[in-house]
Every structure is written in C-alpha cells, then in structure tokens.
C-alpha cells in the first residue's frame, strides 16, 4: 500500500541523488565488518560500555541503558561493547537497534569524540577485581 509506494520514491531518490553527485555503487561483498563500521562510522555517539553491574553505560556520560526485550541481543550474552539508534525511556532506558562493536572502531572512526584510546579495553566484566581480604594481605 502506502508503506511500498514511500519506499519506491524512497530509492528513486536514493538513486538520482547517487548518480548525480557520481558516488559508485559497491557491494560489501559478504564482508559484514565493513557494514558494522559503517554503522558506527554514524552512530559513535550513541556507544556503551558494559558494566560490572551487568548494565550498560554510555561512553560518554555514564548513564545507565538496558538491551530492550525485543532486541535480538536481549537472551543473548550481552557483548562488551554496542551502539545503539534510539532510547526508549519507560522504568529503564532501553536501548534499541543495537550492533555489537569492536572498541578500536569508535576511536580510529572517531578520534575526535573519543581520545581514550588506551582505557578501552576488552570489557570490564571480563577484568577479575581483587578480594579485600587479598588487599590486606598485600598491605602485610
């Protein structure tokens, strides 16, 4: 109906403003790395990090976002870095329309937003803190 008829001009116009600005149409050929980083080359912002707390928590300002239950990623286990397009607010910020990222991608995508090349690690879920009782070892 109405949905095909906007998605038809949709493309058309796509395909007039390709042509007329010479942009070559390439495949990615099977390659699904080159899509991912295309997907975070325009939503670097929009990154998080997963916590020890097992929440996630944007790169830059700390807050709090959950995977929404209707995400693909939700019953999976949750990866150590995502991007995501939109936040729905209800009684958690869920994110939606989330990829799983390789950190090294936002800061040679987006060196200008991110300038902790070095912090970045694996995940800090991954990372194994010590117990008090071994720190007052150490201090012994």
Known sequence: GLYAVII?????LLLFIVRRFGVSL???EGDVEVILKCIV?????????LHMDGTYRTLRGESALAIHP????????????????????????YMRDITAVD???????????YEFTPKMKESVVTEKRPKLSELFQREK
């Open 8 to 12: 038809f001009f949709t493309i058309l």
């Open 103 to 113: 950190p090294s991608w936002l800061a040679d995508l987006a060196p200008h937003f």
């Open 41 to 49: 080359a325009g939503q670097f912002a929009n990154a998080a990090r």
């Open 70 to 93: 209707s995400s693909v990623l939700y019953t999976e286990d949750p990866p150590p870095y995502v991007v995501y397009n939109d936040v729905i607010l209800t009684s958690n910020n």
């Open 26 to 28: 390439l495949s990615a």
